[in-house]
């Protein structure tokens, strides 16, 4: 007797294993998240993200070329913002002479070819860490927040940037800033909208960069952000941001909500990405750092894994690591 199928055949040599293999990770999957400071020749690692970095622009611009060079066609803005600049109404977010507007002037003229992305949300420039007004009682306000998001993507915008990205999960606010790009004339800037972004604990890490982890204390993000329990709701989300005028969906965090990247995907058939995030990018390293995983086998395996559940691309800090990698292959 024999088996009635020999699956193993086509897994003996690597050529039939290239021949036969459904989804492949190129560079251009990729986005690279970056955290941006004032200053000059300032440097200053993030201890919990072994190898992630606040750069101030001078610092930032050979990364931008990095990117260029490696066919990384978007970088995405994080700003570190001064503590003295910070609000309970997060004003600075719309200052069109900020830190980002800034950067997406810089990088806009010296490399016009890459895609710089911006995040809409009030958290590096809010006092209390929330991303959006709060209310006497510490609830965070919808429809008032939506205003100030609608002035920070417009300055952003503004500034030459080529996709927005709201973070923040105020109901609506697709839908205002698709309105209020359209009547400034914006017709071009993209909007990728962080659909389903869950109330998530692997955001650790990133408040630690931005330094909203000390502002956000022991409150949390359940009153806007998704709960981790539900799938469903997702794709009410992100059919509500399509109708809104959204370009590209996203799911976050990544390596823990495939199953939901895959049901956006097969539903919508929208450009659909993943963030893999500050959390799960510590993961990874520390386990490495301990000898416990093959750090650029992880690295590469992960990634591939959100192309197979049906992402086309990843927002990942291992972005430029994975790209070297890839080269090697
Ligand atoms: C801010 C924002 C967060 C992340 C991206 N934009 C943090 C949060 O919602 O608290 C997290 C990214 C990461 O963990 O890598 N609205």
Redesign the pocket.
């Known amino acids: 007797m024999y088996p009635a199928g020999r699956p193993r055949r086509l897994r003996r040599d690597s050529f039939t294993r290239n021949l036969v293999r459904e989804h492949a990770l190129t560079a251009h999957d990729l986005i690279y998240?970056v955290f941006v400071q004032e200053g000059e020749k300032k440097r200053d690692a993030v201890p919990s993200m072994p190898g992630v970095d606040r750069l101030s622009l001078d610092l930032l611009l050979p990364v931008a070329e990095q990117c260029v060079k490696a066919g990384i066609p978007v970088m995405a803005l994080?700003p570190v913002i001064d503590a003295s600049l910070k609000t309970p109404a997060g004003d600075e977010a719309f200052n069109p002479n900020g830190l980002i507007p800034r950067v997406v002037a810089a990088l806009k003229s010296r490399f016009p070819e890459l895609g710089v992305m911006t995040?809409v949300?009030?958290?590096?420039y809010t006092s209390h860490?929330q991303?959006g007004l709060l209310d006497d009682t510490g609830y965070i306000l919808n429809d008032a927040t939506v205003e100030v998001l609608v002035k920070q993507a417009l300055t952003q915008s503004q500034a030459g940037v080529d996709i927005v990205?709201p973070?923040?999960?105020m109901d609506g606010r697709i839908g205002a800033i698709r309105t209020a790009l359209e009547a400034r004339g914006d017709i071009h800037t993209r909007i990728m909208a962080?659909s389903a972004?869950y109330?998530?604990a692997?955001?650790?890490?990133?408040?630690d960069?931005?330094g909203?982890a000390a502002t956000?204390g022991k409150s949390n993000?359940k009153v806007y952000?998704m709960d981790p329990g539900n799938s469903d709701e997702a794709l009410r989300e992100v059919g509500l941001d399509i109708a809104e005028g959204a370009d590209m969906v996203m799911v976050?965090?990544g390596m823990p909500y495939l199953d939901i990247v895959r049901r956006v995907k097969d539903e919508f058939h929208v450009p659909t990405f993943a963030?893999?995030?500050?959390?799960?990018?510590a993961m990874l390293k520390a386990a490495a750092q301990n000898g416990w995983l093959d750090h650029d086998a992880v690295v590469l395996e992960s990634l591939l894994a959100f192309k197979r559940a049906g992402a086309d691309g990843v927002?990942t800090?291992f972005a430029l690591d994975a790209v070297r990698l890839l080269q090697k292959q």
């Open positions: 998240p994080f995040d949300a009030l958290d590096p860490g991303d990205a973070s923040d999960m962080y972004k109330a998530s692997f955001y650790g890490p990133f408040r960069a931005v909203s956000l993000k952000q976050k965090p963030y893999q995030v500050s959390g799960e990018y927002l800090y």
